[in-house]
Protein backbone atom coordinates (compact mmCIF):
# COMPACT_ATOMS: atom_id res chain seq x y z
CA UNK A 1 0.00 0.00 0.00
CA UNK A 2 3.13 2.56 0.14
CA UNK A 3 2.37 2.90 -4.01
CA UNK A 4 -1.14 3.89 -2.99
CA UNK A 5 -2.21 7.07 -5.55
CA UNK A 6 1.34 7.65 -5.94
CA UNK A 7 0.82 7.21 -9.97
CA UNK A 8 -1.87 6.14 -12.13
CA UNK A 9 -1.32 3.69 -14.82
CA UNK A 10 -2.50 5.23 -18.30
CA UNK A 11 -1.31 2.64 -20.72
CA UNK A 12 -0.09 -1.12 -20.29
CA UNK A 13 0.76 -3.25 -23.40
CA UNK A 14 2.65 -7.09 -24.00
CA UNK A 15 6.48 -5.33 -23.22
CA UNK A 16 6.22 -2.06 -21.91
CA UNK A 17 3.34 0.39 -19.59
CA UNK A 18 3.30 4.03 -18.75
CA UNK A 19 2.30 5.53 -15.48
CA UNK A 20 1.64 9.22 -14.51
CA UNK A 21 2.93 10.15 -10.72
CA UNK A 22 1.24 11.94 -8.24
CA UNK A 23 1.61 15.44 -7.49
CA UNK A 24 4.62 16.79 -4.77
CA UNK A 25 1.53 16.41 -2.07
CA UNK A 26 2.06 12.45 -1.91
CA UNK A 27 3.89 11.66 1.19
CA UNK A 28 5.99 9.91 -0.60
CA UNK A 29 7.19 12.95 -2.48
CA UNK A 30 7.27 14.70 0.87
CA UNK A 31 9.86 12.01 2.47
CA UNK A 32 12.08 12.53 -0.34
CA UNK A 33 12.51 15.77 -0.22
CA UNK A 34 9.63 18.38 0.76
CA UNK A 35 11.49 21.36 -0.09
CA UNK A 36 12.68 18.91 -3.77
CA UNK A 37 10.49 16.46 -4.53
CA UNK A 38 12.17 13.78 -6.33
CA UNK A 39 11.43 10.00 -6.62
CA UNK A 40 13.39 7.68 -4.70
CA UNK A 41 14.88 4.85 -7.13
CA UNK A 42 13.67 2.30 -5.30
CA UNK A 43 10.11 3.03 -6.01
CA UNK A 44 10.85 2.36 -9.74
CA UNK A 45 11.56 -1.31 -8.67
CA UNK A 46 8.50 -1.10 -6.21
CA UNK A 47 6.52 0.94 -9.32
CA UNK A 48 7.34 -1.56 -12.11
CA UNK A 49 6.77 -5.05 -9.70
CA UNK A 50 3.46 -4.08 -8.68
CA UNK A 51 2.51 -3.24 -12.29
CA UNK A 52 3.95 -6.35 -13.77
CA UNK A 53 2.40 -8.19 -10.65
CA UNK A 54 5.73 -10.15 -9.93
CA UNK A 55 7.91 -10.48 -6.74
CA UNK A 56 11.50 -9.13 -6.76
CA UNK A 57 14.22 -12.10 -5.46
CA UNK A 58 17.42 -9.76 -5.95
CA UNK A 59 18.24 -6.61 -7.68
CA UNK A 60 21.06 -7.33 -10.26
CA UNK A 61 21.23 -3.61 -11.75
CA UNK A 62 19.34 -0.28 -10.87
CA UNK A 63 20.82 2.73 -12.52
CA UNK A 64 19.37 5.82 -11.69
CA UNK A 65 20.78 8.65 -14.43
CA UNK A 66 18.05 11.21 -13.96
CA UNK A 67 15.96 12.90 -10.85
CA UNK A 68 12.45 12.43 -11.65
CA UNK A 69 10.02 14.84 -10.46
CA UNK A 70 5.91 15.18 -9.65
CA UNK A 71 3.44 14.76 -12.57
CA UNK A 72 6.12 13.09 -14.86
CA UNK A 73 5.03 10.77 -16.96
CA UNK A 74 7.27 7.37 -17.37
CA UNK A 75 7.69 4.64 -19.86
CA UNK A 76 8.72 1.17 -18.90
CA UNK A 77 10.22 -1.15 -21.63
CA UNK A 78 10.80 -4.56 -20.31
CA UNK A 79 12.48 -7.47 -21.31
CA UNK A 80 12.07 -11.00 -19.83
CA UNK A 81 14.87 -13.89 -20.13
CA UNK A 82 13.91 -16.70 -17.96
CA UNK A 83 13.79 -15.15 -15.01
CA UNK A 84 15.63 -12.02 -15.04
CA UNK A 85 13.66 -8.98 -15.99
CA UNK A 86 15.11 -6.02 -17.57
CA UNK A 87 13.95 -2.48 -17.72
CA UNK A 88 14.23 0.70 -19.22
CA UNK A 89 12.61 3.62 -17.29
CA UNK A 90 12.02 6.73 -19.86
CA UNK A 91 10.72 10.30 -19.81
CA UNK A 92 10.40 12.41 -22.88
CA UNK A 93 12.03 9.88 -24.89
CA UNK A 94 15.20 9.98 -22.60
CA UNK A 95 16.33 7.22 -20.68
CA UNK A 96 16.28 8.18 -16.58
CA UNK A 97 16.95 4.48 -15.11
CA UNK A 98 17.92 0.94 -15.84
CA UNK A 99 16.72 -2.08 -14.17
CA UNK A 100 17.29 -5.31 -14.19
CA UNK A 101 16.68 -7.98 -11.59
CA UNK A 102 15.60 -11.74 -10.63
CA UNK A 103 12.04 -12.68 -10.58
CA UNK A 104 10.18 -15.51 -8.91
Known sequence: MILNNFYTLTC???TRFCVRLSD???PLFQAHFPSNPIVAGFLLLDLS???LDIEIVKIIKAKFLKNI???SVLWFDHQT???TLKIRVSQNEQKVAELTYEKR
Open 69 to 71: APL
Open 81 to 83: TGN
Open 49 to 51: AEI
Open 24 to 26: ATH
Open 12 to 14: KEE
